[in-house]
Each structure stands twice: as structure tokens, then as C-alpha cells.
């Protein structure tokens, strides 16, 4: 899998959102992808709602929009991050929403490895 994670971890990498991790490096150690990414002090969206419970909806709307512009910023560099679910929403006490996990995207066009619905 380590040769797919380059050519979308360098199209990650470019972003530049404030809604989506900021990606660093990746680096190939024994045949394994490690990824450097920005370290966002935060809580998942799954661990709010379990922890604090159902959200106002004013805020999941807005969380809602902010994860909508990450995805909508991804997709315009080719990007389909595969694996959005609150695991993978991050939310900084200040506010910041961080779509985070890109472990499985894709680069359009690309082939990959996995795919939906697809056991290996």
C-alpha cells in the first residue's frame, strides 16, 4: 500500500485547509508508510456525541458545513477520502473541525488497493 500513500499524501499535503490535517511527510521504514502529520489537540466528533451527548443543532450544522468544505477542497485536488465518520472529525476546544484519517484515499484515477465492499 505504501506506494499509493505518496502520490495522495502529496496531493493531502497541498491543501492547505484549515479543516483538513496538515500532512508533513511520509516516510517508508521496513516497507511500512509512517505519516508525519500536524498534531491537532482535540477530541473526535464520536467522542463528544459519546461523552457529552446529542449536539445543539446549530453546532452540528456548522461542524456539518466545515467538514462539507474539507471534503468539497479534497475532492477539487482529486481527492476521495473514502472514511468519513465522527472517528475521523476532530474538534479543538477553540472551535477548529479537522477532517483527519486519509488511510484509505484515493487520488481519482488512481487504482488502489482497497475499495468499497472489497475484504482483502
Not at 15 to 30: A, I, K, M, S, Y
Not at 45 to 58: K, S, W
Not at 81 to 100: E, F, M, S, W, Y
Amino acid at each position: 500500500m505504501i506506494r499509493y500513500w505518496p502520490i495522495a499524501a502529496s496531493i493531502i499535503a497541498r491543501l492547505g485547509h484549515p479543516n483538513v490535517v496538515t500532512l508533513f511527510d511520509v516516510l517508508d521504514e521496513d516497507s511500512r508508510p509512517w505519516v508525519v502529520m500536524e498534531l491537532v489537540p482535540s477530541r473526535s466528533l464520536a467522542e463528544i456525541i459519546r461523552t457529552d451527548g446529542p449536539l445543539p443543532p446549530a453546532r452540528v450544522a456548522g461542524i456539518g458545513l466545515r467538514v462539507l468544505d474539507a471534503i468539497v477542497t479534497a475532492a477539487a485536488a482529486g481527492v476521495e477520502h473514502r472514511d468519513i465518520k465522527p472517528a475521523n472529525v476532530l474538534v479543538t476546544t477553540q472551535g477548529r473541525v479537522v477532517l483527519t484519517d486519509f488511510g484509505i484515499a484515493r487520488h481519482v484515477g488512481d487504482d488502489t488497493l482497497t475499495s468499497a465492499g472489497l475484504i482483502v
